[in-house]
């Protein structure tokens, strides 16, 4: 651990837990009503902390997992990815980064209203966030080179995504559809008017064969 380090994990906990981050992080949340506006904060850095998310949505600190979901979900509030492409935890006077092996919200349940272009793919995170996907929140798809499968984000809020968790993966490309994308037939899904192409038709049923 570095000297930085260690000042930033000294001075925002206080303890060898995470209280005195949370205390700091209530009192932001409190100081208005919904999500912090963590972008419009911009405290100085005050180096990284020892806290990690895994790919599966679990929170780590100094190596030990969280499993005070009500802290994890305090935590979320404030997280913010910079332009750096590093996320970070602010509040109004201080901002210290975490390590992000993914994404750092992770899909866990869906919902599907409508048909055609009146579908609606409603998504809820492992932290309580609630998402249409649509313009304000846009579906991605991202070839896993390792394992030859599919990933699908979406993002959430600032530039923070949630990866959708495999079993919802499932669920959301048995609502998949034949639709031309500018002059090319590709599988995909429909959500607020909008299209998310997950692959060349051609592909799927090179896949399926």
Not at 33 to 62: A, H, Q, S
Not at 148 to 166: D, I, M, Q, T
């Amino acid at each position: 651990m570095t000297a930085e380090q260690d000042d930033a994990n000294r001075s925002l906990t206080g303890a060898s837990d995470a209280q005195g981050l949370e205390a700091l992080i209530s009192r932001a949340a409190r100081a208005g009503k919904g999500l912090p506006p963590v972008e419009r904060w911009n405290p100085d850095f005050c180096g990284d902390l020892d806290m990690e998310i895994r790919p599966d949505g679990t929170w780590f600190y100094l190596g030990t997992p969280i499993g005070r979901m009500p802290l994890v979900q305090l935590f979320s509030t404030v997280l913010r990815k910079d332009e750096d492409g590093r996320t970070y935890l602010v509040t109004p006077v201080e901002k210290v980064g975490i390590r992000v092996v993914d994404a750092p919200f992770v899909v866990v349940e869906m919902n599907v209203s409508g048909i055609g272009d009146e579908r609606v793919i409603t998504f809820r995170t492992n932290v309580g966030d609630v998402v249409e996907v649509g313009p304000d929140h846009p579906l991605r798809f991202v070839d896993e080179d390792e394992t030859g499968g599919l990933k699908p984000y979406v993002l959430v809020r600032g530039r923070l995504e949630a990866l959708v968790a495999r079993p919802v993966m499932y669920e959301l490309v048995e609502h998949g559809e034949e639709i031309d994308v500018g002059g090319m037939s590709m599988f995909a899904v429909r959500s607020n008017g909008q299209v998310y192409p997950i692959m060349p038709m051609e592909k799927l049923r090179e896949l399926s064969a």
